[in-house]
């Protein structure tokens, strides 16, 4: 067997892997969902679940595609052109990346990274309590 035909083989093993994780991860979301629903009986919050789980899947499913890709681009397809695709095929998937990623957190990426606790609630400070004043007896 030929080394290029090799590689090209295992880039076609590592979409099916993409391919797969996303669709057992799909139904196994959907079947969640149907879960949630059933005993919690909120389908609002089953929602919220499901499309949390279905993002996450995504994301997961569209990182091992990326190394397909990679792999295809530097080892098997080394042309301009396929150099070329695959930086349009990055660009689009950090932009779904991005979006899935707002979408899981609910918040923008930079806002994570100050906090790693969730905002208090109105009125309430994170702070330490005042010291004692020193006259008070």
């Given at each position: 067997?030929?080394?290029d035909?090799?590689?090209?083989?295992?880039?076609?093993?590592?979409?099916a892997v993409?391919v797969?994780?996303?669709?057992?991860g799909?139904?196994?979301?959907?079947?969640?969902y149907?879960?949630?629903?059933a005993r919690?009986?909120d389908p609002?919050g089953?929602?919220?679940?499901l499309?949390r789980?279905?993002?996450r899947?995504?994301?997961?499913?569209?990182?091992?595609?990326?190394l397909?890709?990679?792999i295809?681009?530097?080892?098997v397809?080394?042309?301009?052109e396929?150099?070329?695709?695959?930086?349009?095929?990055v660009?689009i998937?950090?932009?779904?990346?991005?979006?899935?990623q707002v979408?899981i957190e609910?918040?923008?990426?930079?806002?994570?990274?100050?906090s790693?606790?969730?905002a208090?609630?109105?009125?309430?400070t994170?702070g330490?309590?005042?010291?004692?004043?020193s006259g008070?007896?």
């Amino acid at each position: 067997m030929e080394y290029d035909s090799l590689m090209a083989d295992v880039v076609h093993v590592v979409e099916a892997v993409g391919v797969v994780l996303m669709v057992l991860g799909g139904l196994v979301s959907v079947g969640g969902y149907a879960v949630g629903v059933a005993r919690r009986r909120d389908p609002v919050g089953a929602y919220d679940d499901l499309r949390r789980r279905l993002a996450r899947v995504i994301l997961l499913g569209l990182e091992v595609l990326l190394l397909a890709d990679i792999i295809r681009t530097i080892v098997v397809d080394q042309t301009v052109e396929s150099v070329l695709v695959l930086g349009v095929v990055v660009v689009i998937r950090i932009v779904l990346s991005f979006s899935l990623q707002v979408e899981i957190e609910g918040t923008w990426p930079w806002r994570l990274r100050g906090s790693t606790a969730p905002a208090p609630a109105a009125g309430v400070t994170d702070g330490p309590a005042a010291p004692p004043r020193s006259g008070s007896r």
